[in-house]
Nanobody, 120 residues
Framework: QVQLIESGGGSVQAGGSLRLSCAAS????????VGWFRQAPGKEREFVGS????????YYTDSVKGRFTISRDNAKNTVYLQMSSLKPEDTAVYYC?????????????WGQGTQVTVSS
């Protein structure tokens, strides 16, 4: 069993930055990947990006490339989503999820979500 807890959401003006954290516990994560997803009101949950616990590059959806960065701290079992140059269309509830890669909306383990609101 894996428990994921997100934190770091909030309200920010367009052009601002936020860093989300996803703290994992419950089992070893070797071989897993962690993905970030978001869901805006009235829309389906969408993939934002992902990274493997074991190493390697992160992957991003086109709409956030160059603005968002995913990193991990294996010693803290935490994955981060650094968001910069935020836009109103980034407003959503952000979730982290974990599973064997590739991580998708069908991932087995999910956090509770954290709200990000970007005002113009």
């Amino acid at each position: 069993q894996v428990q994921l807890i997100e934190s770091g959401g909030g309200s920010v003006q367009a052009g601002g930055s936020l860093r989300l954290s996803c703290a994992a516990s419950g089992r070893t994560f070797s071989g897993y990947a962690v993905g970030w997803f978001r869901q805006a009101p009235g829309k389906e949950r969408e993939f934002v990006g992902s990274i493997r616990w074991s190493g390697g590059s992160a992957y991003y959806t086109d709409s956030v490339k160059g603005r968002f960065t995913i990193s991990r701290d294996n010693a803290k079992n935490t994955v981060y989503l650094q968001m910069s140059s935020l836009k109103p269309e980034d407003t959503a509830v952000y979730y982290c999820a974990a599973d064997y890669p590739p991580v998708s909306v069908r991932a087995r383990y999910w956090g509770q979500g954290t709200q990000v609101t970007v005002s113009s």
